[in-house]
């Protein structure tokens, strides 16, 4: 049984060159993928201006896969928003 081609660049790109323009690109993965609201500020912060948020909450897809960080304007826990303290103006409506 023949294998399916390997992706293009151009799919590579759409797939993978989300994240080069993501705001929260910089930080470090501690940060982005922290279970807590206080350790999360930062990337929450950088949702607020994302010109990706959507993107980012798509191909995560934090409800699907038990995901612990921030992701679409959210702090996530084992796949489930996580209420903040603080309103964070960048979240995506996941309803």
């Not at 590579?12 to 206080?38: I, M, N």
């Not at 994302?50 to 921030?70: K, S, T, Y």
């Amino acid at each position: 049984m023949p294998s399916a081609p390997p992706p293009s660049l151009p799919e590579v790109l759409e797939f993978f060159g989300w994240r080069a323009a993501a705001a929260c690109s910089g930080l470090p993965p501690q940060t982005v993928f922290a279970r807590r609201e206080t350790e999360a500020r930062p990337a929450l912060t950088a949702c607020e201006r994302c010109p990706v948020v959507r993107r980012c909450l798509e191909v995560v897809a934090p409800a699907e896969n038990w995901f612990d960080g921030v992701s679409g304007g959210r702090l996530w826990r084992n796949g489930r928003p996580v209420p903040l303290r603080h309103r964070v103006g960048g979240a995506v409506d996941i309803t």
